[in-house]
């Protein structure tokens, strides 16, 4: 019997195809317009170019949706328990500050927990920090979870992250309670001492210090408790000197580490925030590792990224359902994107022993342990000879990788910030392939903490795409070094995110130049009168109804298509185009891409502000200025062209209705500017600043000759 089924998405593939047809013959019928009424003029030039990189992308945004596909797994298919193979499970985390201790227990916890049999499960914790606070609190998180593990195996406790556990009202018989009680009083006694700790210890990041692993238990090696799975602490060796590459270099260290302890055929890796939320989710990804049809070639299992604490409105689009729509669109072709946190990695696949034999260099692919080198081609916890503690050292130093390939060549990549993206990209490039997967909406396998403010997530969203544009423009390119290696719908989707971000630049042109044209009445569109004007109107209204047909079908509600629409065009005025600054900085030298953290310590006003569904203006100027300033620029424009129109000039639909839209579109930003008194309100020096700037453009296209 299968472990697993999958089903075509039929309608969604029949009306993205009818609807790539459509659209497609009305951009050509755009184009035609455009060639043959182009007047050399700069305004003309440039709005066709934004055009042409909206189409250029919308092109590539096909290939997600050739053929979506769902999936199934069947875990009660499973082999018994003694034939399932063992998970190792990876847990980064980097500063005891912005990722409070608290979090990234009940991560370890939750992982310590899964539904999977204790002695095939190992957690290893990298703490890139090297921070005291960490190792301490890791001990406590063991003691507690000593108590944790055979209560949720008792009761088959279905949510096995406690803090998520004791939010909820739980009911059952008096044994439960009275053992529920004991149990919650337990977890506060933790939390209490997790407190203690960070408050007493010094919780600086430290950027200078030896490896340190420790296995983590009662002091008494011997006496392994058969219910409890292994718990390792790991902190690399760090050096000023020495260039760590992030999260990719811990998870690098990981790999090796664990490699000498328990060596697991299988990987999971979770971000700090990222708890285990179904613990049946390793079961589930074996039911695809497992598959003899699929696992020749399967790389890893990818579940969706979702949040505990989004607001009822998601008003930052943190959710990015769009990402993960098109995902089961690539789980049609060769597989989904690698997505950083909640995936099941088979170990092989980062070794691509694939192509492995014997008479390579192995020291200069592996690095010169000999015990590491071993644990590749035994797929067992490999005899350790030598002195393993040293040895696991060694493997956590700096100097290990040096003259190797670590990092460039298979293992997790150090090209770009998104090692994520990039070493998925090279596993599909290598022929693996992957799957992705989510039992149901109601039960994701994992959640994380979403960004509760509006400066936080773009500073995110920034990196990810200086990230993504280290690998689009460079000899990786999907569009170069993807095409030749991976069927073309596929490149084309990892193309289309690796491009993402510049579609800044058409919307600067949208926003700016139709108003512009609207102040000095130049003609960008086709008048009422010809055919042409339907062509435009009809592209306008035909991608804004694909997109809201895609919001409903996924299930989702308008409101998130509004959402979707709105955090687009702020994310394209800011994050796309810091990203683009950052990435020219980059390239000529100036500064280095780097990995800036996400907080996920709950700052309680910005919370508040977010649980009403109220966005937060206030974010960096830098941020905010400009969305300011392009904002009062079209209302400016908009009444000067209704003015204009007054006037007899003619009528200027398009170029009116353009800055309409996006008027409306980001109301909030104006509320925020004119009616908010509360914290989040648009400050006001930077309304004055944006006052400013805007005249001076108005001014300018209105005067200037
Ligand atoms: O030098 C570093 C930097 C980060 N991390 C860890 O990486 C994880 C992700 O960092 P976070 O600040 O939460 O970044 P996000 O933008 O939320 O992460 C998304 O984007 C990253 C790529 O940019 C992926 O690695 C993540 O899995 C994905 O969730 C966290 O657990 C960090 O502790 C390290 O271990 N070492
Ligand atoms: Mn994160």
């Known amino acids: 019997m299968d472990l697993n089924k999958w089903q075509s998405l039929k309608k969604r593939m029949v009306i993205n195809r009818v609807h790539a047809l459509i659209h497609g013959a009305a951009l050509a019928a755009l184009f035609y317009y455009r060639i043959t009424s182009i007047s050399k003029s700069v305004p003309h030039l440039l709005i066709f170019a934004a055009e042409l990189i909206l189409s250029f992308q919308w092109l590539l945004s096909q290939g997600a949706k050739w053929n979506p596909v769902s999936r199934t797994a069947c875990p009660d298919r499973l ?9 190792d499970v990876f847990v980064c985390t980097t500063d005891p500050v912005k990722e409070p201790s608290l979090g990234v227990m009940n991560t370890v916890i939750s992982a310590m927990a899964l539904d999977y049999p204790p002695h095939k499960l190992h957690v290893y914790l990298s703490d890139d920090g090297g921070s005291p606070v960490t190792f301490r609190a890791v ?118 580490v664990s490699a000498l302890l328990s060596n697991s055929p299988y990987i999971l890796v979770l971000d700090c925030d990222m708890y285990c939320n179904d613990p049946k989710s390793a079961r589930q990804a074996m039911c695809f590792h497992l598959d003899p049809n699929l696992s020749p070639d399967l790389a890893f299992v990818q579940f969706p990224q979702r949040f505990h604490n989004l607001c009822d409105k998601d008003i930052y689009d943190s959710e990015f359902r769009h990402a993960w729509e ?127 403010n509006l400066g936080e997530a773009l500073v995110q969203q920034g990196r990810w795409f200086v990230g993504l544009n280290q690998v689009a423009f460079s000899k990786y390119s999907p569009l170069v070094y993807g ?50 004007f339907f062509v435009f109107v009809f592209l306008f209204v035909s991608s804004q109804a694909k997109h809201l047909q895609e919001v409903l079908t996924t299930g989702y509600r308008t409101s998130t298509w509004i959402t979707e629409q709105r955090m687009w065009t702020i994310r ?79 009528m200027m639909l398009i170029e009116s209705l353009i800055p309409v839209f996006g008027i409306i579109l980001n109301l909030p930003l104006l509320q925020g500017m004119v009616v908010r008194k509360d914290k989040g309100r648009v400050p ?16 300018y296209a209105s005067f200037a000759t």
């Open 79 to 87: 082999p018994a328990d003694d034939n399932l193979p063992s998970v």
């Open 139 to 256: 001990k406590e998180a063991w003691g507690f979870a000593k108590m944790w593990i055979p209560f949720c195996r008792k009761y088959m406790v279905n949510n096995r992250c406690p803090q998520a556990y004791f939010l909820t009202e739980q009911t059952g018989d008096h044994h439960f309670l009275l053992e529920k009680t004991s149990i919650q009083n337990a977890y506060e006694d933790f939390k209490i001492s997790l407190a203690k700790i960070s408050a007493g210890t010094d919780s600086r990041v430290s950027k200078d210090h030896q490896p340190i692993i420790e296995v983590i238990n009662d002091g008494d090696e011997m006496d392994k408790d058969p219910q409890m799975p292994l718990l390792v602490y790991v902190a690399r060796e760090k050096r000023p000197s020495h260039p760590h590459h992030f999260k990719a270099g811990a998870l690098n260290v990981l790999l090796r």
């Open 326 to 452: 098109k995902w089961e669109g690539l789980d049609g072709l060769n597989g989904p994107i690698l997505s950083g946190s909640g995936f099941y990695m088979k170990r092989e696949a980062l070794y691509r022993s694939q192509q492995l034999e014997k008479n390579v260099d192995t020291m200069k692919r592996f690095g010169s342990s000999k015990e590491f080198i071993n644990s590749v081609y035994t797929h067992k916890k490999p005899n350790c000879m030598s002195d393993e503690q040293k040895e696991m050292e060694f493997l956590a130093s700096c100097r290990y990788e040096k003259g190797s390939k670590w990092g460039e060549q298979a293992r997790f990549r150090y090209f770009a910030v998104v090692e994520d993206y990039f070493t998925g990209l090279n596993l599909h490039c290598e022929g693996w392939k992957s799957v992705y997967y989510e039992s149901s909406r109601a039960r994701p396998g994992f959640l994380g903490t979403a960004p509760e």
């Open 483 to 532: 095409v030749l290696k991976m069927p073309i719908w596929q490149s084309m989707c990892y193309a289309e995110n690796a491009f993402s971000s510049i579609s800044f630049l058409p919307l600067y042109i949208l926003a700016l130049l139709p108003q512009i044209s609207l102040l000095r009445g130049i003609h960008l569109y086709p008048q009422l009168s010809s055919p042409f």
């Open 572 to 650: 394209c005025f800011t994050a796309y185009l810091y990203a683009n600054v950052n990435t020219i900085m980059d390239k000529i030298g100036w500064r280095k891409a780097s990995f800036l953290l996400t907080s996920k310590a709950a700052d309680e006003a910005a919370a508040e502000l977010y649980r009403k569904g109220m966005y937060n203006f206030d974010a960096p100027s830098l941020l905010i200025v400009p969305m300011c300033t392009l904002y009062m620029i079209n209302m400016g424009s908009f009444v000067a062209g209704i003015w204009q129109a007054g006037k007899g000039n003619g």
């Open 684 to 699: 006001t020096n930077v309304s004055i600043v944006s006052l400013l700037l805007s005249s001076i453009v108005m001014a």
